[in-house]
T-cell receptor, first 113, second 111 residues
């Protein structure tokens, strides 16, 4: 399967713990995006990379959130000191620079207890 | 403020009927997307609309874009149960390379 993959698919953590998610984009895609989606809402943009450079971050991305894309391949999203309000589906998408159509992964569902 | 508004947010309809979902947006853009999401699943791209007057069709779904009115529509013809899902429109923003999403329309099609 050459689609976007995300791991883990589900994560349950206690408040205050750190969590890290991984996204493997479609291999030829230069751009990689992270979104957060809560129940009954559309996705909210968090950040995006072009190759290894993080070019845009949303105001929603507090200093507890950090994302990396070393070597322009896979990306990680880390949330430090998780709060209950962080419970959501975290979606990753990738695209070519020249074609803005984004292909989404299956998401990581985070539950903070 | 950039806004993308969908209506209705919830739609229950009978198989065989036609209906339209509306997507209004508040700023100029050169592309609008429609996605489908099944419960607990990720997002599946349906259509990318690139210019004023663009119309795309796939099966029982047809999407159109009127950039002057800042309006896109997703029309469902002779609905079938398999089309039950949540449909999102999303607007590409020219200045910061983001997709701004509508809240979604949850569509339930009853046999």
């Amino acid at each position: 399967d050459t689609g976007v993959s995300q791991n883990p698919r589900h994560k349950i953590t206690k408040r205050g713990q750190n969590v890290t998610f991984r996204c493997d984009p479609i291999s030829e895609h230069n751009r990689l995006y992270w979104y957060r989606q809560t129940l009954g809402q559309g996705p909210e943009f968090l950040t995006y990379f072009q190759n290894e450079a993080q070019l845009e971050k949303s105001r929603l991305l507090s200093d507890r959130f950090s994302a990396e894309r070393p070597k322009g391949s896979f990306s990680t999203l880390e949330i430090q000191r998780t709060e209950q309000g962080d419970s959501a589906m975290y979606l990753c998408a990738s695209s070519f620079v020249s074609n803005y159509e984004q292909y989404f992964g299956p998401g990581t569902r985070l539950t903070v207890t | 403020e950039l806004k993308v508004e969908q209506n209705p947010l919830f739609l229950s309809m009978q198989e065989g009927k036609n209906y339209t979902i509306y997507c209004n947006y508040s700023t100029t853009s050169d592309r609008l997307y429609w996605y489908r999401q099944d419960p607990g699943k990720s997002l599946e791209s349906l259509f990318v609309l690139l210019s004023n007057g663009a119309v795309k069709q796939e099966g029982r779904l047809m999407a159109s874009l009127d950039t002057k009115a800042r309006l896109s529509t997703l029309h469902i013809t002779a609905a079938v149960h398999d089309l039950s899902a949540t449909y999102f429109c999303a607007l590409w923003t020219l200045n910061n390379y983001q997709l701004i999403w509508g809240a979604g329309t949850k569509l339930i099609i009853k046999p």
